[in-house]
């Protein structure tokens, strides 16, 4: 099994958050709209995707320190720390995101989605559609 893997960006996020500290713990929590842009070498990859279909958006947060395994939930000082593996922290060994979002709009560039609680410039690993229904067969 390998031991390293290589990644590359599809895309970026557009609007979304300026500042990093904006970011929230929760899911969405605050989050404004963001447009997904899909580089040119990819935007094939947006043909058949609905408007108004959920999707699965998988971003690299390029800005997480990746050093830190334990945090304060929801930057709860008073309360435990817990390892980043509980919590939606960008902080963590490999610092993924991943985003489940209603696209509102599908342009040949792009999709815009409802919110995303993604700073502007995150880079984007993956765009992937909801299963709704599992086939054990």
Known sequence: MPRTFTL??????RGGLKVLREARCFYA????PAFVEIKPPFRRSLRG???GSDGMIITWLHR????????????????PRSGVFRTRSPNRPEPMGLHRRRGTEVRTDGLLVDLLA???GTP?????PVVREVNDA
Not at 124 to 128: N, W
């Open 8 to 13: 590359g960006p599809v895309g970026l996020v």
């Open 29 to 32: 929590e605050g989050a404004p």
């Open 49 to 51: 995707t609905q408007f």
């Open 64 to 79: 997480g320190r990746r050093h830190l395994q334990s945090t304060y939930p929801e930057d709860d000082k008073t309360g």
């Open 118 to 120: 993604s700073n502007d």
């Open 124 to 128: 984007i690993v993956e765009v992937k």
